[in-house]
């Protein structure tokens, strides 16, 4: 029998607990433990009971409607995993926050030549033969959550990625995209970001289409015959300004319950995190008639897509679109699910688990599987509650709700717990769970080896454990996470190791690490997947093109429930701020490389690369403390856990105070990929010396807190 079939094949019950070990090697000792044998044992009776049939059963029960924030269907997920929480022996709550939420009324577009001859009319429905859930009637039609309404008509500009410099190629061209429609394609940042820059060039609106090129035709077969966005699927997804700040609109900082009076919130129309301009998405059957009929200059070579004809850069009155959009806004309810396990020994220190439920549609893939896999995570540790086991923290599992419209679910939670999380030790965070058999992870420096670690008591269904496979993947440049992050500053990394991303922005880790300085790790496990966020995101792409047999969901819970275990009951937090220190040195040092080439004068890096290299010293004497193993390493644990919260600033980032963490915030125009040392890196980009000084000066502050407590450790 191979390890797969085995794996798959393991009963349910208490006996399963007496099966050998099936993983492929357990550690001697863990960082972090006294004795490592008696969690080892724990680690077994875990990793025997998630169960593919049964993630794939779930998978199927969550995919069943279209589920979107706020909806009948989503309420309906919310009681189905209740009711896994309960089953598990979870304390289980449904908490109601209140979302500023728009749903598509009535979407119109037309485009038409310069003789008023009608090129296109739209938008045409999601559709292909052979696939048995696109023609559902609750498929909310594609749109931006965030958009406002509008009813614009006007000439086109092709601006490719929409990224800041592609604007500026748009400059050097001299076509202008004031009181244009600018018509982008997705990809190479945040669709936020796209419509950020947009609206600060004086652009009337936006329309972004799913160019072939990137996740269509021209990288595999479509579907349904393979993993590849077909000629009718769009693209849906929020264009919230996230990077000033996630969650509801009206309530930045603030938790928007539901009894939270008018008078205490923002106007949400005019809120900062609101875009001005309408924007909508399309698919590349729609974009297709407008872009081949755009006259003026042929693209720079690089913005060619894969459609059949040589693209223009439009700008001429070539072609004029009118777009027609009624958003029907209303506050609506949302519902985050609520598991609580109490810890026996240190109560108060929470160990965070979370996933969002809603999708855009059915949301096989996102985030789903992430679902699926918590489900069975969950499954799991209410199977070693049953055997008596308690942990030593208390475990808190998050189903989060309308993470698609702004990461709104996650967000209000952690506000309304702000007080609580200031002392929490981690948030683990999966949202695509599995879209095919790569591993990958990003995670906070100190978190980096505790994943490596993890995911070596893990079988994986290729053989081996998860991260032999993960190194294998690596090194044969399967992984897209990685390649996204290759360019972030890594350095620190074990030579020969696996490479962890730096956590960006566009999942639910986002409030928990940025605003309230929680240590925080997401991980999943991907592969083609060209229906992101289209109808076809739905259970039967998934078993034609994900993991048909939910070996992938069921490695997928395994690591999510080993790293949750493993920070449950170490006796020492297992953070490791050499690596961090030696991180935050080498993004110094690329700062002050990028200052001195952009010839951005002024600006001395010496301060902070002192309190860096303190820092490093400080956590090389905590790190021999923490293998000391103190009999009692409760205030240990606590100044460990407070030198993330060092690293947070009271004033947060220039613009948006919400991000108050001074090593890591999403790019003010990236969007998705992290910017470290932002407050400092966006000075410079903006060649703006003398805030970039006053960032420096907050970012060595807060350097040296983190370096002083570590320094505590020892004394
Ligand atoms: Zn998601």
């Not at 947070?648 to 910017?675: C, D, Q």
Request: a negative charge; glycine letters at 10%; one cysteine or more.
């Amino acid at each position: 029998m191979t390890r797969r079939a085995l794996a798959s094949s393991i009963c349910l019950s208490a006996l399963a607990f007496s099966l050998p070990a099936q993983n492929s090697g357990t550690p001697q000792s863990v960082f972090g433990y006294r004795d490592f044998s008696a969690q080892a044992k724990i680690d077994q009776q875990f990793l025997a009971v998630p169960d593919a049939k049964l993630a794939g059963e779930e998978l199927k029960t969550l995919t069943a409607a279209p589920h979107i924030a706020g909806s009948k269907e989503d309420h309906d997920t919310a009681l189905y995993v209740a009711e896994k929480f309960k089953a598990a022996g979870l304390d289980t709550s449904i908490v109601t926050y209140k979302a500023w939420l728009n749903l598509p009324k009535e979407i119109h577009i037309t485009a038409t030549d310069a003789s008023g001859k009608t090129l296109m009319t739209g938008p045409t429905p999601e559709h292909v033969d052979g696939d048995p859930f696109d023609d559902d009637p609750r498929v909310v039609n594609a749109f931006n959550g965030s958009s406002p309404s509008g009813d614009v008509t006007a000439d086109v500009v092709y601006a490719n990625y929409g990224r800041p410099e592609d604007f500026k190629k748009l400059d050097d061209l001299g076509i202008s995209v004031k009181g244009k429609i600018v018509l982008t394609r997705y990809g190479g940042n945040f669709r936020g970001v796209k419509v950020y820059i947009a609206q600060e060039r004086g652009a009337a609106g936006v329309i972004i289409y799913s160019d072939p090129s990137d996740d269509g035709y021209f990288r595999g077969d479509k579907y349904p015959k393979g993993p590849y966005r077909p000629d009718t699927g769009v693209q849906r997804g929020s264009v919230q300004f996230l990077f000033k700040y996630p969650g509801d609109a009206s309530t930045p900082g603030v938790a928007s319950t539901p009894d939270l009076p008018e008078s205490k919130r923002e106007k949400p129309e005019t809120a900062g995190n609101m875009p001005q301009i309408p924007s909508t998405p399309i698919s590349y059957h729609d974009a297709a008639p407008i872009l081949e009929a755009l006259n003026g200059p042929t693209v720079p070579h690089e913005w060619q897509g894969a459609l059949s004809f040589t693209y223009h850069v439009g700008g001429s009155g070539s072609v004029k679109v009118h777009v027609v959009l009624q958003q029907d806004y209303a506050y609506r309810d949302i519902w985050d699910v609520i598991g609580k396990i109490p810890g026996t020994e240190w109560p108060n220190d929470w160990v965070v688990a979370g996933n969002h439920r809603d999708a855009w549609v059915y949301g096989a893939v996102d985030p789903n599987s992430g679902t699926a896999a918590m489900l069975e995570t969950v499954h799991g540790i209410g199977a070693l509650l049953k055997s008596g086991w308690k942990p030593k923290r208390t475990i808190i599992f998050g189903s989060w709700d309308a993470e698609e419209e702004g990461l709104i679910g996650s967000t209000e939670w952690a506000e309304d717990n702000a007080a609580a999380l200031a002392h929490a030790v981690a948030y683990f965070n999966t949202d695509v769970g599995v879209s095919g058999p790569n591993f990958d992870a990003s995670a906070v420096p100190s978190l980096k080896d505790f994943v490596r670690e993890v995911t070596k008591e893990v079988s994986a269904p290729k053989g081996g454990n998860v991260y032999d496979q993960w190194k294998k993947s690596q090194s044969e440049g399967e992984s897209r996470r990685h390649s996204a992050n290759e360019h972030m500053g890594q350095g620190a990394h074990k030579e020969g190791d696996v490479e962890i991303g730096d956590l960006g922005s566009g999942s639910d880790y986002t409030p928990f690490i940025q605003h309230l300085g929680v240590p925080s790790t997401d991980i999943g496990s991907s592969g083609p997947y060209g229906v992101y966020h289209s109808v076809f995101d739905n259970y039967n792409w998934f078993i034609k093109n994900a993991d048909p047999t939910f070996v992938y969901e069921q490695q997928q819970a395994r690591v999510f429930g080993i790293e949750i275990l493993h920070m449950a009951d170490t006796d020492v937090l297992p953070y490791d701020y050499v690596i961090y220190g030696k991180e935050i040195t080498e993004y110094l040092n690329t700062a002050k490389k990028k200052a001195d080439d952009s010839k951005v004068s002024g600006l001395d890096f010496a301060p902070a690369l002192t309190a860096a290299q303190r820092f490093t010293s400080a956590a090389e004497a905590a790190h021999k403390k923490q293998q000391s193993l103190p009999a009692n390493p409760t205030e240990l644990n606590t100044q460990l856990r407070q030198v993330e919260g060092d690293l947070l600033s009271s004033a947060g980032l220039p613009k948006r105070p919400w991000f108050k963490h001074t090593i890591y915030a999403p790019g003010e125009y990236t969007g998705y990929a992290a910017v470290v040392i932002p407050g400092v890196n966006e000075a410079i980009d903006a060649k703006d010396s003398t805030r970039g000084s006053a960032q420096l000066t907050t970012l060595t502050e807060a350097i040296n807190r983190a370096a002083s407590t570590l320094e505590t450790t020892i004394k």
